[in-house]
């Protein structure tokens, strides 16, 4: 008897944990993204040094942007879902492929519109010593972007290269040759 009340108490004890595990992941996760927006707004202003009336400027600017790119970025969800929910249609047709990947680039361009623009918006505001900081922050973030989209390069055998070797990672052996 002694037995089975430990497991039930145990039991009891990782359920209780699991869900403060699950409630404190799926609540915080969403609240960190509502907040990007502020945070990218803040490092702007506070990189570019803003001042009082250069803020106001901006933030009256910039008020519908945030909301204008979660509609595109909605949109395009959307669409990328009605498209690949059609994956095990054996019946699609190719124009109808076609009309949704066309609205999907056409919801692209126009984010990417909106992006120019805002950013255009900000380079207007700034005087000239911001400006040159601003492409500065601009292109090393492009820069950045265009790393984390790219897969590694293969090897000359077609395989990937080894992670690079740092302080404490462990030394790898050679590839066996069969």
Same mark, same amino acid.
């Given at each position: 008897?002694?037995?089975?009340?430990?497991?039930?108490?145990?039991?009891?004890?990782?359920?209780?944990?699991?869900?403060?595990?699950?409630?404190?992941?799926?609540?915080?996760?969403?609240?960190?993204?509502? !907040?990007?927006?502020?945070?990218?707004?803040?490092?702007?202003?506070?990189?570019?040094?803003?001042?009082?009336?250069?803020?106001?400027?901006?933030?009256?600017?910039?008020?519908?942007?945030?909301?204008?790119?979660?509609?595109?970025?909605?949109?395009?969800?959307?669409?990328?879902?009605?498209?690949?929910? =059609?994956? =095990?249609?054996?019946?699609?047709?190719?124009?109808?492929?076609?009309?949704?990947?066309?609205?999907?680039?056409?919801?692209?361009? @126009?984010?990417?519109?909106?992006?120019?623009?805002?950013?255009?918006?900000?380079?207007?505001?700034?005087?000239?010593?911001?400006?040159?900081?601003?492409?500065?922050?601009?292109?090393? @973030?492009?820069?950045?972007?265009?790393?984390?989209?790219?897969?590694?390069?293969?090897?000359?055998?077609?395989?990937?290269?080894?992670?690079? !070797?740092?302080?404490?990672?462990?030394?790898?052996?050679?590839?066996?040759?069969?």
């Amino acid at each position: 008897m002694k037995k089975n009340t430990f497991l039930y108490i145990l039991v009891v004890f990782l359920i209780i944990v699991n869900g403060f595990f699950l409630f404190n992941y799926m609540g915080n996760h969403n609240d960190n993204d509502s !907040r990007e927006p502020e945070r990218n707004k803040g490092f702007i202003v506070k990189e570019l040094g803003f001042n009082a009336s250069q803020l106001e400027e901006f933030n009256k600017k910039s008020e519908g942007h945030h909301h204008r790119m979660m509609g595109l970025a909605d949109e395009i969800k959307e669409l990328k879902d009605k498209l690949f929910s =059609s994956l =095990s249609d054996d019946t699609i047709k190719q124009e109808t492929m076609d009309s949704i990947s066309s609205l999907i680039c056409e919801k692209e361009r @126009a984010k990417d519109k909106e992006i120019f623009n805002h950013f255009k918006m900000i380079q207007n505001i700034a005087t000239d010593k911001q400006k040159e900081k601003f492409k500065t922050i601009l292109m090393d @973030a492009l820069r950045q972007g265009d790393q984390g989209n790219r897969p590694p390069p293969n090897g000359e055998d077609g395989r990937r290269p080894p992670p690079p !070797r740092g302080g404490s990672e462990g030394h790898r052996p050679p590839p066996r040759k069969d």
